[in-house]
Structure formats: structure tokens, C-alpha cells
């Protein structure tokens, strides 16, 4: 069972460069979310989608772009890396988002930018 | 905006002790709640979730519970082992975009 997975586990950019974070869920969920962690913050929301061909804001969107094309499929991009854009990104998913909802989470992706 | 707030930050423990940590959160106004493991470098494993209508979840030796009127749940585990050495976090689903977090309790089980 796959689950939510995450592309890549790691990575380290330089100020100003672009990069994509792939997430993937093969539960046929609907919902799906970017999160970043960071020490003493929590996790919190970035951009979410409600289904195929949908996007929108979570808590902190500034210098993130997200698309999802295809259900399965959830992209977060970075347009011009900013060492404030270090941190741990989760991907997750959810079938809906009523009472007996539970959210599935991937292994996160570990960012540094220099 | 909903605030998530986990109490202690850390906890150490001896081997075979059983532990309470804590959540509150203001807004009672939530679907569920739901309690996650996470490991040191890695994802968040769901341990429990309780829906708004329910008082208690169990599973193993681990029980949740909500007190929704009072924005409290607290994650009792009984007998606790060094495997269990984690940070718990706890998050709360208030609509389709809204699960918010706590900081997490750092727990160490020592042998």
C-alpha cells in the first residue's frame, strides 16, 4: 500500500533557483494539501485542492504555485527559492473532509535553500 | 482562527509508566480530531481520530478523548515502551481547507 509519496526526500537549492515537489495518493481521494513544518510553528497549510483541475490558498501561499492536472497528482512549485523557504513539506490527503474524515500524510520532503 | 495548543512540549518517562498528553483548541466548532505519531525524520502516522459526536477512541494501548464544549482531547498510553519514544501531535478539522496543528509533545521513553 502506497499511500501518499513524496518526490524527492531531499533536496538543496540555491537562492533564485525553481523546483517542483511531486505528491501522489493512489486512494482516490479528493482533497489533497501542502504543508510546511517548521521548529516551534506547527504545520501549516499552503495551498490546497477540493478535486481535479482545483487550487487554492491555504495559510501561507506567498512563493508557492500549485497545480493538480490529474487526482492522483498534487505539484507545489517553487518559481525563485528564498532561504526562508527552508523547511519540511508534507503532502497530504483526505476522501472528504466531514466527521469521520482521517487526512493520510506523506514522508515529507526536506528543503534547504542556500 | 483556530489556535492548537499542546502541553507539555516534552515529557520523559520511565519505561512501564502510563502518560496523559494534552490539546486544547478555541474554536469548538470542529468535525474531528485527530492524533498523529511522528518519528524523528519522517511523516505523520495517524494514530486516532475522533469524530465531533464521539467521546473516546481506543486502539491498543493508546485512548483518546474530547471534551468538544471545553476544546480539550487528551492521549492516554498505558504501559508505555521505549518504541513509543515520538513527537504526538494533535490537529483539528474545523472544514474541507482547515486541519490545524499543535506544536507537538516530544516524549521519551526511558528504558
Known amino acids: 500500500n502506497a499511500g501518499v509519496t513524496q518526490t524527492p526526500k531531499f533536496r538543496v537549492l540555491k537562492t533564485g533557483q525553481s523546483m517542483t515537489l511531486l505528491c501522489a495518493q493512489d486512494?482516490?481521494?479528493?482533497?489533497m494539501y501542502w504543508y510546511r513544518q517548521d521548529p516551534g510553528m506547527g504545520l501549516r497549510l499552503i495551498h490546497y485542492?477540493?478535486?481535479?483541475?482545483?487550487?487554492a490558498k491555504g495559510e501561507v501561499p506567498d512563493g508557492y504555485n500549485v497545480s493538480r492536472l490529474k487526482k492522483q497528482n498534487f505539484l507545489l512549485g517553487l518559481e525563485s527559492a528564498a532561504p526562508s523557504q527552508t523547511s519540511v513539506y508534507f503532502c497530504?490527503?483526505?476522501?472528504?473532509?466531514?466527521?469521520?474524515?482521517?487526512?493520510?500524510f506523506g514522508q515529507g520532503t526536506r528543503l534547504t535553500v542556500v | 482562527k483556530q489556535e492548537v495548543t499542546q502541553i507539555p512540549a516534552a515529557l520523559s518517562v520511565p519505561e512501564g509508566e502510563n502518560l496523559v498528553l494534552n490539546c486544547s483548541f478555541t474554536?469548538?466548532?470542529?468535525?474531528?480530531l485527530q492524533w498523529f505519531r511522528q518519528d524523528p525524520g519522517k511523516g505523520l502516522t495517524s494514530l486516532l481520530l475522533?469524530?465531533?459526536?464521539?467521546r473516546e477512541q481506543t486502539s491498543g494501548r493508546l485512548n483518546a478523548s474530547l471534551d468538544k464544549s471545553s476544546g480539550r482531547s487528551t492521549l492516554y498510553i498505558a504501559a508505555s515502551q521505549p518504541g513509543d519514544s515520538a513527537t504526538y501531535l494533535c490537529?483539528?478539522?474545523?472544514?474541507?481547507?482547515?486541519?490545524?496543528f499543535g506544536t507537538g509533545t516530544r516524549l521519551t521513553v526511558i528504558p
Open positions: 497530504a490527503s483526505s476522501y472528504e473532509w466531514g466527521m469521520n474524515t482521517e487526512a493520510f
Open positions: 486512494m482516490n481521494h479528493e482533497y
Open positions: 485542492s477540493v478535486g481535479e483541475g482545483t487550487t
Open positions: 474554536d469548538s466548532a470542529i468535525y474531528n
Open positions: 475522533i469524530q465531533s459526536s464521539q
Open positions: 490537529a483539528v478539522r474545523s472544514g474541507a481547507n482547515n486541519l490545524f
